[in-house]
């Protein structure tokens, strides 16, 4: 019981902190999240969830724990949107 719960409450914190990584792309965003968790990523993919798409990156930690990251790509667009203005 103690371990499930120490899993649902990583769980509930890497979803929190995966709202903080900035990437332009999802292999980005998963290079990104394998190298702030020490991990390795084992499968990176792009959902629709109504009208934001959204990055999920699952990754094996060093200490064979699977963790799972989600990064809402709309805020990576607005960020490359923003780059392509300031290169014109």
């Known amino acids: 019981m103690k371990r499930y719960l ?5 769980v509930s914190t890497l979803t929190l902190v995966a709202g903080s ?3 332009q792309s999802l292999n980005q965003a998963a ?3 394998a ?10 993919h ?3 969830r109504g009208n934001k798409r959204v990055h999920v990156i699952k990754l094996l930690t060093k200490k064979g724990v699977v963790k799972t990251v989600r990064v ?3 805020e ?9 203005e300031r290169k014109r």
């Open 6 to 10: 120490v899993q649902l409450i990583l």
């Open 21 to 23: 990584l900035w990437a």
């Open 31 to 33: 290079s990104q999240a």
């Open 35 to 44: 190298k702030q968790h020490n991990a390795k990523v084992l499968s990176a």
């Open 46 to 48: 792009t959902e629709q």
């Open 72 to 74: 809402t790509a709309r």
């Open 76 to 84: 990576q667009e607005r960020e490359q949107d923003r780059e392509r």
